[in-house]
């Protein structure tokens, strides 16, 4: 079975950074895709970012293009999320989720595709 933990989140000002991760334990890291989600409060979770199981391919929703960077350590089972220029629209839950059926090079936007989600962590950009 597998467990995803979330990490990193907080409260920071507009225009400040943070660095969230997510440690997969309990499966194959090599093979999923993973992919960042948020959700904020009275909307529903949406795509943000995604990294392919080689590695290799990056996929952003166009309100972080430029700011937010997916990377992904197979030593350490870990994504990460860096979030640059933080904006108060920012503000959610964030949640890592893996794909397990996902092509090498592919990342869905759908969170239907998802199979494991971690709890959670929340991020909070004051203006």
């Known amino acids: 079975q597998v467990h995803l933990v979330e990490s990193g989140g907080g409260l920071v000002q507009a225009g400040a950074s943070l660095r969230l991760s997510c440690a997969l334990s309990?499966?194959?890291?090599?093979?999923?895709?993973m992919g960042w989600f948020r959700q904020a409060p009275g909307k529903e979770r949406e795509f943000v970012a995604g990294?392919?199981?080689?590695?290799?391919?990056?996929y952003y929703a166009d309100s972080v293009k430029g700011r937010f960077t997916a990377s992904r350590d197979s030593a350490t089972k870990t994504v990460a999320l860096q979030m640059n220029n933080l904006k108060p629209e920012d503000t959610a839950v964030y949640y890592c989720?893996?794909?397990?059926?996902?092509?090498?090079?592919?990342?869905?936007?759908?969170?239907?595709?998802?199979?494991?989600w971690g709890q959670g962590t929340q991020v909070t950009v004051s203006s």
């Open positions: 989720g893996a794909d397990s059926g996902a092509a090498r090079e592919f990342v869905s936007r759908r969170r239907e595709e998802y199979d494991y």
């Open positions: 990294i392919a199981w080689s590695g290799t391919s990056t």
């Open positions: 309990g499966g194959t890291f090599s093979r999923n895709a």
